[in-house]
């Protein structure tokens, strides 16, 4: 039985599985010697990050964030809120912001601007899903599990209006099942 049977797999558990593995390698690798302050942008990111954490082979230390573009619907705005901000002093600090999915780029483009004032060593991002053709700020990814096309996923962490966040699999929201914009 499956969960959710109208819902289109768009990549299941073992695809995850190995993307998080590929892209934890490549950052363990590219911060070897380093101490990482990887921040958790809540709530989509929130399983991509747990896996992703536990599969680094170098010490990582955890802060959470969370910021929304207006709306809890499917059509991204670009006014972006923080309801809860990094606790620490992130000042020479290596950050790596982590998210689930990157659309119009506006919140990852937000945030960025906000940590640089703050003067980390370094600041990256890592996204687990790119919407790429979708964008319309400019924001560099580090860090990338895949590129999709401009559709509605949930799942894995993802959300549509709340719902879906606890599936194991990313998946397709069948037009007019999205929550409304
Ligand atoms: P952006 O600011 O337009 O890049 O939007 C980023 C945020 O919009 C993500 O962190 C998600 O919360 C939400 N989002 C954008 N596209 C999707 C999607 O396909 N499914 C679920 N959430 C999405
Ligand atoms: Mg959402």
Redesign the pocket.
């Known amino acids: 039985m499956t969960r959710e049977d109208r819902l289109e797999i768009l990549f299941d558990e073992q695809a995850l599985k190995q993307a998080v593995f590929e892209l934890a390698a490549q950052i363990s690798r590219d911060y070897a010697g380093k101490e990482l302050l990887l921040v958790c942008?809540l709530k989509?990111a929130a399983i991509f990050f747990a896996d992703l954490a536990r599969r680094l082979i170098i010490p990582a230390m955890f802060e959470f964030a969370q910021a929304?573009?207006y709306g809890s619907g499917t059509v991204?705005s670009r006014a972006v809120a923080v309801s809860k901000d990094i606790g620490s002093d992130i000042s020479g600090k290596h950050v790596l912001l982590v998210?689930?999915?990157?659309?119009?780029?506006?919140?990852?483009d937000f945030l960025l601007k906000r940590y640089r004032e703050r003067g980390p060593a370094s600041l990256r991002t890592a996204v687990l899903l790119d919407?790429r053709a979708h964008r319309t700020v400019d924001v560099p990814i580090d860090y990338r599990g895949f590129e999709i096309p401009d559709r509605?996923?949930?799942g894995y962490g993802?959300?549509?209006g709340e719902k879906y966040r606890n599936l194991p699999y990313i998946a397709v929201v069948p037009p007019g099942d999205a929550a409304a914009p």
């Open positions: 942008v989509g929304s573009s991204s998210d689930g999915i990157i659309d119009t780029g506006a919140t990852m919407k509605f996923v949930v993802m959300d549509s």
